[in-house]
Every structure is written in C-alpha cells, then in structure tokens.
C-alpha cells in the first residue's frame, strides 16, 4: 500500500469506521452519516479516472481523496462540488523516541484500543487538555486528531501528545507513520522530521 492507502486503513481505526474495500477507483470508505456517505481513496492520480469517478457520483456527501494539488483536481469537477482546506500527506520513519513528560499539574494517560492507541493529557482539574489517537496499520501508525483544548494551548502539550503516540507505536511494531495536515500543521510536522508525500485535494459531491 502507499501512504495514502495506508492513511485510510488507519482513519478507519481511530473512527471506528469498516475497513476500506477495494473498488475500481482504489478505496471506499463506508462512514455511513447523513453529511458524509462515504470516502473514495485514490491511490494515485489519473486526471481522466478522476473525472470519471465525480461525474457518477449521485446525491451530496460523498468525499473523493486525491494525491494531487487543488489546481490540478479541481478544474477536473462538475459544477458545484465543495472544496475542503488544503491538506498534505506526511510521512516519517521513526528513530529513537524522547519520552516527553508533560507539564507540573498535568497527568498522561495512554490507552490501547485494539487496533488504535489513545493518548490523553489530563489537567489537574480533571479537564481534557489534550489528546490525539493513531492507527496501526502493517507496521505503520497513522496518525489522527491531534488536538490541544484552547485554553491549554502554547504548553507543548501536542509535541507530549505525538511523542507517547510514537512511543506506543514503536513498542507494537510500528517503524513509520502517516498523518494528513492542514498548511500550518505540515510547518510543524516539518520541523519534526516529517515530510510531505503529496498534497492532497478532499472534495464533496453536491446536494441535489
């Protein structure tokens, strides 16, 4: 698998969604809410497939992941699809791990969850701080919702959250990780030794 067939096995996990089945295109992703019906995951690019695959797609809330940059997909698409953020793949291969206590006044709690792992910070006053999750996936971690409550913020809490996730990962076999970024988390992942593997354009089928 690539990197971004891997990021949907792992999404799955952390989402408690089925995992993706295999179709023409490359992966369906079944999540099954009135918003989101479901994610088609391309393993690469091929304008005309692409084309192809959004103009058979009925009814709203079908998601298209595709590895390619929005100024190439999107000209691609019928009429009044919507556009998400930006995004990007990124990849690591894991090293040596520092082990990051948290902050004085703030308890870590790692939790394995079959096939995913969760990682909490947890203030004095019994608040959820910080958390985040990664799926494992053939020896890889995917990473997802890496997340620091606003008021908990510029504590370094999200860089203890990715170093116990990392940790845990390693020690059930994984030796590389994945995560998808929006353009001010990949400047971070950056810094972290991540790199990018594609931009990625997510895009959602219209409503009647």
């Given at each position: 698998m690539n990197p971004l067939e891997t990021w949907a096995f792992g999404y799955a996990l952390t989402r408690g969604y089925p995992a993706p089945h295999a179709v023409p295109t490359g992966l369906w992703l079944e999540i099954g809410k009135p918003d989101q019906r479901g994610r088609f995951v391309l393993p690469r690019f091929d304008p005309a497939a692409f084309t192809d695959l959004?103009?058979?797609?009925?009814?709203?809330?079908?998601?298209?992941?595709?590895?390619?940059?929005?100024?190439?997909?999107?000209?691609?698409l019928p009429e009044h699809w919507t556009v998400r953020e930006r995004a990007y793949l990124m990849t690591t291969t894991f090293g040596a791990t520092e082990r990051l206590p948290p902050p004085a006044s703030y308890q870590l709690l790692t939790h394995d969850e079959g096939g995913a792992i969760r990682v909490e910070i947890i203030s004095d006053g019994g608040e959820l701080a910080a958390s985040g999750l990664a799926g494992l996936v053939d020896g890889q971690a995917v990473f997802d919702q890496i997340l620091t409550q606003p008021?908990?913020?510029?504590?370094?809490?999200?860089?203890?959250?990715?170093?116990?996730?990392?940790?845990?990962?390693?020690?059930?076999?994984?030796?590389?990780?994945?995560?998808?970024?929006?353009?001010?988390?990949?400047?971070?992942?950056?810094?972290?030794?991540?790199?990018?593997?594609?931009?990625?354009?997510?895009?959602?089928?219209?409503?009647?």
């Open positions: 959004a103009q058979s797609i009925e009814g709203p809330g079908v998601y298209i992941e595709a590895p390619a940059p929005r100024e190439t997909a999107v000209p691609l008021a908990h913020r510029r504590l370094g809490l999200g860089t203890v959250v990715m170093s116990a996730l990392t940790r845990r990962a390693i020690e059930r076999g994984a030796n590389r990780g994945a995560l998808i970024a929006t353009p001010d988390g990949r400047a971070l992942y950056q810094t972290l030794g991540w790199a990018q593997w594609s931009e990625v354009t997510s895009v959602i089928s219209p409503g009647p």
